[in-house]
């Protein structure tokens, strides 16, 4: 049946574990490959290049809390949009919401804000990102609901204005006075700041928060209700519909959880690390959140190693960029390419090639 | 109030028009284009931004205008020929597919960019495309400096509107990528093959989101920086909905798109610190939220849209 | 027959696994003729023209167009011998219009321009030849069913097709459509084209067809002149002689479970149930039986909590409910066993103890404080994969790794082992094998042993006519009366399903 044809697309019986495990390995691998070539293109010795990366991520004490810092915003997004994917709510919203929960943290954290005494100012914060960004996310998703609007192309936009809301904010009433050079907002107070885990370095315990954060989504997603039937919904609507799942609330549901983490990721990192709200305080976390869920193959624990890796590349990449003359930009590119690197990984898990 | 509505009455006011709308005009086309053969291309804001930077380099490096287009658009039509392998023949998701190009292609290109230009204080420059002067045609009123005061690449984003207009509509190969999108298999049992048409499309219409996006560097502005593209592939995605996946509509709205953006920045000089600019800024993406909301049930989607073909099962 | 035919499917044989669908199979079409290919589900008319046009390849047998023998497994093969084919699920773009449809593919793709010209004088000739008249600017996703029909059939003739086969052609018209089509096919007959059409509906075959051939269990059992014959004969040739002595023993039904009275169901705006009324009474099983297409998906939805009635009422356990969630009427005690397991019944990439509880999980018995208690859902799962044979995994198995008959157990299973008071189940054994067949059949009888009212919807009549006390047709979304099983025979059984209800009384 079917004319003749080199190759022919076969479903596998089942998924090997094996593979399953091993395809983020491979796909990394193979993006790092291909960068290779990049770097080779670029004039610089490949291998020692990623020597260095490895070096000025982990090899001083200073590289590694500098990679753990940065760890912690791509967890945080990570979990967000794989909480999201695998109900499949496609959330590339994070980078926005990330930033309404910073703006949210930095506007109810600063002296004008929440009055509260200092332990429970964080967690009021946090909350408070949290909501926003939950807020964020529940205007495309009903649009969806209602309208059956796209959300990927709402989300996306809303990005952009968010940015451009953030701006506003920044230069406008939540405009800090005492700062010179670029805008940036009036900071929290003391209180609202996060304890570092390390000494004189930027490594705050926002990372145990995120990590904790990922053990709760884990046990939600695997042991409750709610996480069955957000899995059920994901997998196949029409049977989690026979069985009895109201799908409309699922997805809200959903959309709150990540929506959520989105909007601690954002609020958690202006009081760990800086304590006020810039245009630039997310180099891209909500994109690199995407590429960080696909590669943990949407599982919570998963996302911790993904993410650590994403850090690894952007931080050790700006060390080996200042000392080979390699644009820093290639981190982004590995990264990117991991990505579809690991959709095709998936992929041969699933089908294999026969002549 | 009035002056708020002398700025309709402006002759510069038209002629940016026409300018901003060029590279909507080339990111909604090729978009549409893919989508009518049934696959969105999310890696639009990617592809324009490799464009951009692949049209500039070329001319920086010592090419012509013309063939930093052609570059723009070879450029493109690579990602969009990843892209397709990804999604067609292999039936990859196609939401997840096109963010990793758009991601790929954009991070690639700051790479290449930072490659040959080393940060400096200014970026260099190239000499972009000038207007073109027609004879008598130029010097006439309002229609003078609207229609036959623009750059070379916008004559051919209008000449490829229509174009694409004529060809979905009235040629063989229109048909063919029109039934692929609302019914692959019909196509199929009629002698075409999807995968081939499909991988077509996205092909050609990559090219064109590349031609968009050296618009910006060749034209518009005469140098690249990151994040150049603001947005605007995200826009022609929501102008095509808007568009009905129709060439012609899609010209029609991405003028009126670009009025909007026109005007605003006309009017912001008029309310001066009022209201801050950047609400302003925020239109164009409110609008095409809205524009999605509006047409959300009523348009007449490709059937076989994001449904991945695979031969032999019905 | 002076010449020879046009057409000769001689000694087809297809198996699929150790199942043979069509079995040794001979069949001739002459020149201007109509032939009716006439049988139930599972006869072997599909696979047969299936052969024929080059989508599977024969076991054994050959296809001789005009004498010359066709390569098998080449649809445009096929197509260039001048078959056609109107398929019961149309290959139409709803979008585009009728023109477009027809045009796909007939032109170059290096065309500068479609020559719209031509193939419009063309297929305006064809239409009135035929009296396929439709208007060739329209949006297909506009016309009617039988219009979209026609478009099916011109798109065929345009390709110059001299045979033409339909599949279940008036499957989805209604009857006055139906009447205007079998015009068009004795125009088409008149005007040399050979025809084949594929049905189970016996006052149609004998309306429009010159020969019918009758197939059962993938042999042909009959061959009549259709001035010869009767419907009466035919439905005892389609339906055989089936010694199906019931395997259910004597029951005693006890009160009514489940009341429907005038029960009108919409969906997108269309009737699919039309003045229903039926009762299920515990210990009894209630059979619906019907060709599939015919309103039992949304019968079986109804009942599932699926879609709410918009017109009449519906008692279950003394009180009004029409408006239930699934979850609610799991609750009270109804067990469903969805039509399609894969889509509707089964996650496949759930465990096995997950697709086990899933429609439950919010009871105390499974969950608490919103953890699922795992290991009271395990020891469910546990329970019902020995206590009904599920082969093929543990309870932590995924799901997808299953047989389809042990998938179906276990969706049984799920159901049964909460002892339901009202079991409906939708095409129980649709794709399974014969052990499974049996597996699932003991299942049911058990369930009305033990005081379950069940509702059948099956399309296999020996199922039916095996496990039902009483049986109600259903034809276009109408229910027939109730009869009861044993007083019912091969001819009235083919008149109720052909939807003859006056006649079977």
């Given at each position: 049946m079917g004319e003749g044809r080199l190759m022919r697309l076969e479903r596998r019986e089942h998924r090997p574990i094996g593979l399953v495990v091993t395809a983020p390995i491979i796909a990394i691998l193979v993006a790092l490959g291909l960068s290779g070539i990049l770097i080779a293109l670029a004039g610089a010795p490949v291998l020692e290049a990623y020597q260095r990366i490895l070096i000025s991520a982990f090899g001083s004490r200073l590289a590694a809390t500098e990679t753990l810092t940065r760890t912690t915003p791509l967890i945080l997004t990570g979990l967000a949009v794989a909480v999201a994917f695998r109900a499949r709510v496609w959330n590339i919203g994070a980078e926005g919401q990330f930033y309404v929960g910073a703006l949210a943290a930095a506007a109810l954290g600063s002296q004008h804000g929440l009055a509260l005494p200092g332990y429970a100012l964080v967690p009021a914060l946090m909350l408070v990102g949290a909501v926003a960004g939950i807020v964020l996310l529940l205007l495309p998703l009903a649009l969806r609901l209602r309208f059956g609007v796209d959300e990927v192309v709402t989300t996306l936009l809303l990005n952009f204005v968010v940015l451009l809301f953030v701006s506003m904010m920044i230069e406008g009433p939540m405009k800090d006075p005492l700062a010179f050079g670029w805008p940036q907002s009036v900071p929290v107070i003391g209180d609202a700041l996060l304890p570092k885990l390390v000494e004189r370095s930027r490594l705050h315990i926002g990372l145990v928060f995120a990590v904790i954060a990922a053990l709760i989504v884990f046990i939600v997603q695997s042991r409750t209700v709610f996480g069955m039937e957000a899995r059920a919904a994901g997998l196949n609507p029409s049977a989690a519909r026979f069985a009895g799942v109201p799908l409309g609330a699922t997805l809200v549901k959903v959309a709150c959880w990540s929506g959520g983490l989105a909007g601690l990721a954002g609020a958690i990192e202006v009081m760990g690390v800086k304590g006020y709200v810039t245009t630039d305080l997310s180099p891209g976390y909500g994109y690199a959140g995407i590429v960080v869920a696909m590669l943990a193959n949407l599982h919570p624990l998963g996302v911790v190693a993904a993410a650590l890796f994403a850090a690894t590349m952007f931080v050790g990449s700006d060390g080996m960029s200042r000392a080979l003359g390699v644009p820093s930009f290639i981190a982004d590119v590995t990264v990117a390419l991991s990505l579809l690197t690991m959709l095709v990984a998936l992929f041969f898990t699933t089908y294999r090639i026969r002549r | 109030m009035s002056e708020a509505l002398d700025i309709f009455a402006s002759a510069g006011l038209w002629g940016a028009v026409l300018r901003i709308a060029t590279p909507l005009i080339f990111g909604t086309l090729g978009a549409l284009l893919c989508e009518r053969a049934g696959v969105l291309n999310l890696g639009i804001e990617g592809i324009m931004t490799f464009g951009a930077m692949i049209g500039w380099l070329a001319v920086f490096q010592g090419g012509s205008l013309w063939f930093g287009l052609l570059a723009a658009a070879l450029g493109g039509a690579m990602f969009g020929l990843l892209h397709a392998l990804m999604t067609v023949p292999?039936?990859?998701s196609q939401h997840v597919t096109g963010l990793g190009i758009t991601l790929f292609a954009s991070s690639l290109s700051y790479f290449v960019f930072r490659l040959v230009v080393p940060v400096q204080g200014t970026p260099p420059t190239i000499e972009p495309f000038q207007p073109i002067d027609f004879p008598i045609l130029s010097d006439l009123p309002l229609l003078g400096s609207t229609l036959f005061n623009q750059t070379a690449p916008t004559y051919l984003a209008i000449l490829f509107a229509l174009l694409l207009a004529y060809i979905l509509a009235r040629t063989p190969l229109g048909l063919a990528i029109r039934m692929t999108g609302e019914n692959p298999h019909a196509a199929e049992a009629q002698g075409i093959d999807p995968i081939k048409v499909r991988i077509g499309a996205v092909v050609a219409g990559s090219a064109l989101m590349g031609l968009g996006g050296s618009f910006l560097t060749l034209s518009a502005f005469n140098s690249f920086f990151p994040t150049m593209v603001q947005g605007r592939g995200w826009v022609a995605i929501a102008l095509v909905v808007f568009a009905s996946w129709r060439p012609g509509r899609a010209l029609l709205g991405a003028i009126l798109f670009a009025l909007f953006d026109a005007y605003q920045l006309r009017l912001q000089t008029i309310i001066g610190?009022?209201?801050?600019?950047q609400l302003f800024l925020m239109i164009p993406y409110v609008l095409s939220i809205v524009a999605l909301v509006a047409m959300a049930r009523r348009a007449r989607v490709p059937q076989a849209l994001m449904q991945p073909y695979r031969r032999g099962e019905r | 027959m002076t010449s020879s035919p046009v057409l000769r499917l001689e000694g087809i044989t297809k198996r699929f696994g150790s199942f043979a669908a069509n079995d040794n199979i001979t069949v001739e079409l002459a020149r201007g003729e109509i032939v009716a290919l006439l049988g139930e589900n599972g006869a072997g008319k599909t696979t047969l023209m299936n052969v024929l046009f080059g989508h599977y390849v024969p076991d054994a047998g050959r296809v001789l167009v005009d004498g010359r023998e066709l390569p098998a497994g080449r649809p445009r093969a096929a197509i260039d011998a001048g078959v056609g084919m109107v398929h019961q699920h149309f290959t139409l773009a709803p979008n585009l219009t009728v023109l477009e449809n027809v045009m796909t593919g007939t032109e170059s793709l290096l065309g500068w321009r479609s020559r719209t010209g031509p193939a419009r004088r063309k297929l305006t000739a064809l239409a009135e030849r035929f009296g396929l008249t439709v208007d060739l600017e329209a949006r297909v996703g506009d016309l009617s069913v039988g219009e979209q029909q026609r478009v099916e059939i011109l798109k065929a003739l345009y390709n110059d097709a001299r045979i033409l086969i339909l599949d279940e052609p008036t499957a989805v018209l209604t009857q006055p459509e139906a009447q205007r089509l079998f015009e068009i096919l004795r125009v088409m007959a008149a005007e040399g084209l050979s025809l084949i059409f594929i049905s189970h509906k016996l006052h149609e075959v004998l309306a429009a067809a010159a020969r019918v051939v009758v197939l059962r269990a993938g042999r042909v059992v009959g061959e009549r002149a259709a001035k010869d014959t009767s419907k009466n004969e035919l439905a005892e040739l389609m339906v055989g002689r089936r010694v199906s002595r019931p395997v259910r023993e004597a029951g005693a039904p006890g009160e009514a479970m489940l009341t429907a009275e005038g029960i009108t169901v919409r969906v997108d705006g269309v009737r699919r149930l039309v003045d229903c009324g039926f009762t299920l009474r515990a210990g009894e099983t209630l059979g619906i039986m019907g060709v599939s297409g015919n309103g039992q998906t949304t019968l079986a939805h109804l009942v599932s909590g699926l879609v709410h009635a918009d017109e009449g009422v519906l008692t279950m356990f003394g009180e009004r409910r029409e408006r239930e969630n699934p979850r609610r009427l799991v609750a009270l005690g109804v067990g469903r066993i969805p039509e399609d397991r894969n889509s509707e019944g089964m996650i496949g990439d759930f465990a096995l103890w997950e697709n086990a509880v899933?429609?439950?999980?919010?009871q105390p018995r499974f969950s608490r404080f919103g953890f699922v208690r795992r290991d009271a859902a395990k020891a469910f799962c546990a329970g019902v994969i020995e206590r009904f044979d599920v082969r093929g995994g543990t309870s932590d198995t995924r799901t997808r790794l299953l047989s389809g008959g042990n998938m179906q157990k276990l969706i049984f299973g799920r159901n049964l082992a909460t002892t339901p008071k009202i079991l409906v189940a939708a095409q129980p054994t649709r794709g399974l094998d014969e052990g499974a067949i049996a597996a699932v059949h003991e299942e049911i009888l058990a369930a009305r042993r033990a005081g379950t009212a069940v509702l059948l919807i099956s399309e296999d009549l020996d199922e039916v006519l095996a496990l039902a006390d009483r049986i109600q047709a259903i034809v276009n979304g109408r229910l027939s009366d109730p009869v009861v099983t044993d007083a019912i025979d091969a001819r009235r059984l083919g008149l109720m399903m052909a939807g003859e209800w006056a006649k079977a009384a």
């Amino acid at each position: 049946m079917g004319e003749g044809r080199l190759m022919r697309l076969e479903r596998r019986e089942h998924r090997p574990i094996g593979l399953v495990v091993t395809a983020p390995i491979i796909a990394i691998l193979v993006a790092l490959g291909l960068s290779g070539i990049l770097i080779a293109l670029a004039g610089a010795p490949v291998l020692e290049a990623y020597q260095r990366i490895l070096i000025s991520a982990f090899g001083s004490r200073l590289a590694a809390t500098e990679t753990l810092t940065r760890t912690t915003p791509l967890i945080l997004t990570g979990l967000a949009v794989a909480v999201a994917f695998r109900a499949r709510v496609w959330n590339i919203g994070a980078e926005g919401q990330f930033y309404v929960g910073a703006l949210a943290a930095a506007a109810l954290g600063s002296q004008h804000g929440l009055a509260l005494p200092g332990y429970a100012l964080v967690p009021a914060l946090m909350l408070v990102g949290a909501v926003a960004g939950i807020v964020l996310l529940l205007l495309p998703l009903a649009l969806r609901l209602r309208f059956g609007v796209d959300e990927v192309v709402t989300t996306l936009l809303l990005n952009f204005v968010v940015l451009l809301f953030v701006s506003m904010m920044i230069e406008g009433p939540m405009k800090d006075p005492l700062a010179f050079g670029w805008p940036q907002s009036v900071p929290v107070i003391g209180d609202a700041l996060l304890p570092k885990l390390v000494e004189r370095s930027r490594l705050h315990i926002g990372l145990v928060f995120a990590v904790i954060a990922a053990l709760i989504v884990f046990i939600v997603q695997s042991r409750t209700v709610f996480g069955m039937e957000a899995r059920a919904a994901g997998l196949n609507p029409s049977a989690a519909r026979f069985a009895g799942v109201p799908l409309g609330a699922t997805l809200v549901k959903v959309a709150c959880w990540s929506g959520g983490l989105a909007g601690l990721a954002g609020a958690i990192e202006v009081m760990g690390v800086k304590g006020y709200v810039t245009t630039d305080l997310s180099p891209g976390y909500g994109y690199a959140g995407i590429v960080v869920a696909m590669l943990a193959n949407l599982h919570p624990l998963g996302v911790v190693a993904a993410a650590l890796f994403a850090a690894t590349m952007f931080v050790g990449s700006d060390g080996m960029s200042r000392a080979l003359g390699v644009p820093s930009f290639i981190a982004d590119v590995t990264v990117a390419l991991s990505l579809l690197t690991m959709l095709v990984a998936l992929f041969f898990t699933t089908y294999r090639i026969r002549r | 109030m009035s002056e708020a509505l002398d700025i309709f009455a402006s002759a510069g006011l038209w002629g940016a028009v026409l300018r901003i709308a060029t590279p909507l005009i080339f990111g909604t086309l090729g978009a549409l284009l893919c989508e009518r053969a049934g696959v969105l291309n999310l890696g639009i804001e990617g592809i324009m931004t490799f464009g951009a930077m692949i049209g500039w380099l070329a001319v920086f490096q010592g090419g012509s205008l013309w063939f930093g287009l052609l570059a723009a658009a070879l450029g493109g039509a690579m990602f969009g020929l990843l892209h397709a392998l990804m999604t067609v023949p292999l039936g990859l998701s196609q939401h997840v597919t096109g963010l990793g190009i758009t991601l790929f292609a954009s991070s690639l290109s700051y790479f290449v960019f930072r490659l040959v230009v080393p940060v400096q204080g200014t970026p260099p420059t190239i000499e972009p495309f000038q207007p073109i002067d027609f004879p008598i045609l130029s010097d006439l009123p309002l229609l003078g400096s609207t229609l036959f005061n623009q750059t070379a690449p916008t004559y051919l984003a209008i000449l490829f509107a229509l174009l694409l207009a004529y060809i979905l509509a009235r040629t063989p190969l229109g048909l063919a990528i029109r039934m692929t999108g609302e019914n692959p298999h019909a196509a199929e049992a009629q002698g075409i093959d999807p995968i081939k048409v499909r991988i077509g499309a996205v092909v050609a219409g990559s090219a064109l989101m590349g031609l968009g996006g050296s618009f910006l560097t060749l034209s518009a502005f005469n140098s690249f920086f990151p994040t150049m593209v603001q947005g605007r592939g995200w826009v022609a995605i929501a102008l095509v909905v808007f568009a009905s996946w129709r060439p012609g509509r899609a010209l029609l709205g991405a003028i009126l798109f670009a009025l909007f953006d026109a005007y605003q920045l006309r009017l912001q000089t008029i309310i001066g610190n009022a209201v801050p600019y950047q609400l302003f800024l925020m239109i164009p993406y409110v609008l095409s939220i809205v524009a999605l909301v509006a047409m959300a049930r009523r348009a007449r989607v490709p059937q076989a849209l994001m449904q991945p073909y695979r031969r032999g099962e019905r | 027959m002076t010449s020879s035919p046009v057409l000769r499917l001689e000694g087809i044989t297809k198996r699929f696994g150790s199942f043979a669908a069509n079995d040794n199979i001979t069949v001739e079409l002459a020149r201007g003729e109509i032939v009716a290919l006439l049988g139930e589900n599972g006869a072997g008319k599909t696979t047969l023209m299936n052969v024929l046009f080059g989508h599977y390849v024969p076991d054994a047998g050959r296809v001789l167009v005009d004498g010359r023998e066709l390569p098998a497994g080449r649809p445009r093969a096929a197509i260039d011998a001048g078959v056609g084919m109107v398929h019961q699920h149309f290959t139409l773009a709803p979008n585009l219009t009728v023109l477009e449809n027809v045009m796909t593919g007939t032109e170059s793709l290096l065309g500068w321009r479609s020559r719209t010209g031509p193939a419009r004088r063309k297929l305006t000739a064809l239409a009135e030849r035929f009296g396929l008249t439709v208007d060739l600017e329209a949006r297909v996703g506009d016309l009617s069913v039988g219009e979209q029909q026609r478009v099916e059939i011109l798109k065929a003739l345009y390709n110059d097709a001299r045979i033409l086969i339909l599949d279940e052609p008036t499957a989805v018209l209604t009857q006055p459509e139906a009447q205007r089509l079998f015009e068009i096919l004795r125009v088409m007959a008149a005007e040399g084209l050979s025809l084949i059409f594929i049905s189970h509906k016996l006052h149609e075959v004998l309306a429009a067809a010159a020969r019918v051939v009758v197939l059962r269990a993938g042999r042909v059992v009959g061959e009549r002149a259709a001035k010869d014959t009767s419907k009466n004969e035919l439905a005892e040739l389609m339906v055989g002689r089936r010694v199906s002595r019931p395997v259910r023993e004597a029951g005693a039904p006890g009160e009514a479970m489940l009341t429907a009275e005038g029960i009108t169901v919409r969906v997108d705006g269309v009737r699919r149930l039309v003045d229903c009324g039926f009762t299920l009474r515990a210990g009894e099983t209630l059979g619906i039986m019907g060709v599939s297409g015919n309103g039992q998906t949304t019968l079986a939805h109804l009942v599932s909590g699926l879609v709410h009635a918009d017109e009449g009422v519906l008692t279950m356990f003394g009180e009004r409910r029409e408006r239930e969630n699934p979850r609610r009427l799991v609750a009270l005690g109804v067990g469903r066993i969805p039509e399609d397991r894969n889509s509707e019944g089964m996650i496949g990439d759930f465990a096995l103890w997950e697709n086990a509880v899933l429609e439950r999980v919010r009871q105390p018995r499974f969950s608490r404080f919103g953890f699922v208690r795992r290991d009271a859902a395990k020891a469910f799962c546990a329970g019902v994969i020995e206590r009904f044979d599920v082969r093929g995994g543990t309870s932590d198995t995924r799901t997808r790794l299953l047989s389809g008959g042990n998938m179906q157990k276990l969706i049984f299973g799920r159901n049964l082992a909460t002892t339901p008071k009202i079991l409906v189940a939708a095409q129980p054994t649709r794709g399974l094998d014969e052990g499974a067949i049996a597996a699932v059949h003991e299942e049911i009888l058990a369930a009305r042993r033990a005081g379950t009212a069940v509702l059948l919807i099956s399309e296999d009549l020996d199922e039916v006519l095996a496990l039902a006390d009483r049986i109600q047709a259903i034809v276009n979304g109408r229910l027939s009366d109730p009869v009861v099983t044993d007083a019912i025979d091969a001819r009235r059984l083919g008149l109720m399903m052909a939807g003859e209800w006056a006649k079977a009384a």
